[in-house]
């Protein structure tokens, strides 16, 4: 189970955090001949490697990197047939994670040297799931509200600019760390203190279809961070059995 969360986590990583929109440009123009395509795979495999030195054969990268790049190569080549995008990154991202869980049940654990206290399970419960709720998770809101995408007329030039993608970041780190202590009524103060500060927006705008908007997205964003709390909180308690 653990060499399955570090595979997720150099996955996030190489999909999300250490993947420029330039890259994925690049690779929608070229295709299969886009250099950005095996920089993407190499920065994977390197992730990979770092992050499962001593539990994995260092050799089952290279199936890994191929799986990766069958996979980008096949979403590269049906993105525009499917036009859906949540749809298309849904079958991508379910198609990756199945090639790590077969990585990992084929593979036989090769310990080298003790990983230490710092890639203690525990550890790398936690860091997978704040990954998640960094990027990955606000892309995935945003591809559930495409259809719905919202724009107050005129007033592109009062927002901050990605100002809307990090403070859903920051809210869901926030919900994560107050279930992961124990605190759910802070929970509960959070969604008061943002429906707060939201509350003479709306009433100014008079705008029900940017009220549904709004309301739509923090119920995703909040359900995100609960989900990915409780199942941190039960992933952890099967260690301290």
Do not use: C
């Not at 996979?71 to 525009?80: A, N």
């Not at 259809?147 to 809307?164: C, R």
């Not at 509960?188 to 100014?204: E, M, Q």
């Amino acid at each position: 189970m653990i060499l399955f969360i570090k595979l997720l986590l150099a996955h996030l990583l190489g999909d999300f955090l250490f993947q420029s929109d330039h890259w994925v440009a690049q690779k929608e123009q070229k295709k299969i001949a886009a250099p950005a395509l095996y920089l993407h795979i190499a920065v994977h495999g390197i992730l990979a490697l770092i992050l499962t030195l001593g539990e994995m054969p260092w050799f089952y990268i290279f199936p890994l990197m191929l799986l990766h790049w069958g996979i980008d190569v096949l979403k590269i080549y049906t993105r525009r047939s499917i036009n859906r995008p949540f749809i298309s990154f849904t079958i991508d991202q379910i198609l990756h994670i199945i090639s790590l869980l077969v990585l990992t049940f084929f593979t036989k654990s090769w310990p080298l040297f003790p990983i230490g206290e710092w890639f203690s399970p525990p550890t790398v419960a936690v860091v997978t799931a704040l990954t998640f709720l960094s990027l990955p998770a606000a892309m995935m809101v945003r591809l559930l509200l495409y259809n719905w995408t919202y724009v107050v007329p005129g007033d592109s030039d009062k927002a901050l600019q990605d100002a809307g993608k990090y403070i859903g970041i920051i809210e869901r780190i926030l919900v994560f760390t107050f279930i992961m202590v124990g605190h759910w009524e802070a929970v509960g103060f959070l969604i008061t203190a943002k429906s707060v500060f939201r509350f003479t927006d709306l009433k100014v705008a008079h705008d029900r279809k940017l009220t549904e908007y709004i309301l739509i997205g923090t119920l995703l964003s909040f359900s995100l961070a609960i989900f990915t709390a409780l199942t941190t909180r039960w992933f952890i308690a099967q260690f301290e059995i």
